[in-house]
Nanobody, 126 residues
């Protein structure tokens, strides 16, 4: 069983930055892809950015390319999301998730993920 805890969310003005962290416990997740999803009020949860188990492959949705950077530290069982040039439309609850399979690229469908954190709120004001 894996427990995930996100942190780093908050309130920021447009153009500002935040760095999200996701710490996994219970077992190592170094062999699993990990990703960030977000859910805005009244909308479905959507994939934002993901990183393969080895850290060499990443995938970002077009809306965040060039602004968000995903990374991981397998020695610390931790994943990060550096968010720069934030926009009001980035406002959402951000969730981290762990892929249910080992040693593959970055799946984008939420059903491919077994473990989820409780979420951290990101609010960007104009």
């Amino acid at each position: 069983q894996v427990q995930l805890v996100e942190s780093g969310g908050g309130l920021v003005q447009a153009g500002g930055s935040l760095r999200l962290s996701c710490v996994a416990s219970g077992r190592t997740v170094s062999n699993n892809a990990m990703s960030w999803f977000r859910q805005a009020p009244g909308k479905e949860r959507e994939f934002v950015s993901g990183i393969a188990w080895n850290g060499y492959t990443t995938y970002d949705v077009d809306a965040v390319k060039g602004r968000f950077t995903i990374s991981r530290d397998n020695a610390r069982n931790t994943m990060f999301l550096q968010m720069n040039s934030l926009k009001p439309e980035d406002t959402a609850v951000y969730y981290c998730a762990v892929d249910r399979q080992l040693w593959r690229g970055v799946p984008r469908a939420s059903h491919e993920y077994d473990y989820w954190g409780q979420g951290t709120q990101v609010t960007v004001t104009s």
